[in-house]
């Protein structure tokens, strides 16, 4: 199956159309200004669409979508397919941690790579806290370019590991100097950029947001039917978007005949999409508190995450740190092990609702618990091998077992 992608287009306009190639990765050159990078969308010869493509059997790797994606030149690792699980409750976990570098980040990157493999790009660059770099890193490796990846040194310790692990160069600078340094690698090296380069929103790949496409058809084709909301962990807005536009392809393509709710959800110590729907603005800049949620405390929002909620009669709403935590530990008990940051799309149904009645709600889980920082500082002493402690640890309420030196986890801090 052939790509039949067309053209990029102007979020701001869409009237406003560029050729496909090559990826405008820093935002569309007519409708952008000074205050805002307008991102791009991909455009499509929609009639051509193979009438099964939708009725074709489930399968691992994103070339089951191949025309309604751009073009995938790069090789993939078996991206895609993850199970969508029921809670007790009814509402649907879609568990993005069965990917292969445990991400959502597995689609973009399959999708972003490509378009530097095709482009004739020299390499990769990103700019990462964790899933993305580890993503890139390894699409990259799998399509034979060196890959260059920005990282936080307060990100979790095993994320530096993970990147060189896949051959990445690890480079960690100072937060203002890494997009000036992320330009100069794309003009001087020939790197293309699979994060944002821009300074003004968030622009992004304009490829790589497609990827987050197939989630809305697996989820559709799943259930056998569009859902009525989905609630999805939000930094940049760019899963929010591509899910968003997967649902309004289904229904432009006559597979279903509804578009769900998309309901954004940022860290209460961050929230620019929050804050720019609220204020009118396609663009916010917040300053971002402390919070355990790392991978989407953002300064700045994308505007895709604007035209996303709009679009499909959504909103965007914060969580805090407790409620996201309390919702990791919902879907722990149902054997969902995710990052405190994926728990969020549950966290905000639980918090905020709406409890719709007229159809399924499905909340996207979006990495391993492996991601966060708090796994990778805990430690658990041995315990005490004798029958009592034993025997209490398994049939008393709330029995923790007995140590010779602590009975609770404790990170390399002392904290618990």
């Known amino acids: 199956m052939t790509s039949l992608a067309t053209a990029q287009r102007s979020l701001a306009d869409p009237a406003v159309r560029h050729p496909l190639w090559p990826p405008l990765t820093r935002g569309c050159p007519v409708t952008s200004t000074e205050e805002v990078a307008y991102p791009l969308d991909i455009d499509y010869a929609y009639d051509r669409v193979p009438a099964d493509l939708f009725a074709r059997p489930a399968a691992h790797g994103l070339e089951r979508w191949a025309p309604l994606l751009p073009p995938l030149a790069a090789p993939g690792l078996g991206e895609g397919n993850t199970p969508l699980v029921e809670l007790a409750d009814g509402v649907w976990i879609k568990d993005e941690s069965r990917n292969p570098t445990w991400s959502h980040k597995d689609r973009l990157n399959r999708v972003a790579v490509s378009a530097a493999v095709a482009s004739g790009a020299q390499g990769i660059v990103v700019s990462s806290s964790g ?41 960690t600078v100072p937060r203002g100097a890494v997009r000036p340094l992320m330009r100069r690698i794309v003009d001087e090296l020939g790197f293309q950029s699979v994060s944002s380069v821009t300074d003004s929103a968030h622009t992004g790949h304009p490829f790589g947001p497609e990827g987050y496409k197939t989630l809305a058809y697996e989820i559709a084709l799943t259930l056998g039917r569009a859902p009525s909301a989905v609630h999805l962990p939000t930094g940049y807005g760019e899963l929010l978007f591509g899910v968003a536009k997967g649902f309004q392809e289904l229904v432009r393509l006559g597979v279903t005949r509804s578009v769900p709710r998309v309901y954004a959800t940022e860290p209460a110590a961050a929230g620019a999409l929050t804050e720019a729907l609220r204020s009118g603005r396609p663009v916010a800049r917040v300053p971002v508190g402390p919070t355990a949620a790392y991978a989407i405390g953002c300064e700045i929002n994308g505007y895709r995450g604007v035209v996303a909620v709009r679009e499909t009669g959504g909103a965007a709403r914060t969580v805090t740190d407790e409620q996201m935590t309390a919702a990791q530990n919902e879907l722990a008990r149902h054997g969902l092990w995710c990052e405190v940051s994926s728990a969020a799309g549950l966290a905000g149904l639980r918090a905020h609702g709406p409890h719709d009645t007229e159809g399924p709600v499905v909340c996207v889980v979006t990495s391993s618990g492996y991601k966060d920082i708090g796994t990778a500082r805990r430690t658990y002493p041995p315990m005490d091998p004798d029958w009592a402690s034993i025997r209490a640890a398994l049939t008393e309420p709330g029995g923790a077992p007995r140590t010779g030196r602590t009975g609770t986890a404790q990170d390399e801090t002392g904290q618990v």
């Open 131 to 171: 899933n993305h770099g580890a993503a890139a890193a390894a699409y990259a490796a799998r399509a034979g370019l060196p890959c260059a990846v920005f990282t936080s040194p307060d990100a979790p310790p095993a994320v530096a590991t993970h990147l060189r692990a896949y051959g990445a160069t690890v480079l």
